[in-house]
């Protein structure tokens, strides 16, 4: 059977770039927040005000 869980990403925006890029939920699988997290940190401009954000990301692999 495959993992499957919920992490949530909280960030940053100031000037249209993220920071501070941070895991505010576990999903209970290591893999699956570092990939959560890695696919947060990749985006580099964002059309967002500036402010504090959460972001939740779903996973189901089978």
């Not at 985006?43 to 779903?58: A, F, Q, S």
């Amino acid at each position: 059977m495959g993992w499957e869980g919920r992490v949530e990403v909280g960030f940053d925006v100031h000037a249209r770039r993220l920071s501070e890029v941070r895991l505010v939920a576990s999903s209970g699988h290591h893999v699956l927040d570092a990939a959560a997290l890695d696919g947060v940190r990749q985006v580099e401009l964002i059309d967002l005000d500036d402010g504090r954000y959460r972001l939740p990301v779903r996973f189901v692999l089978r």
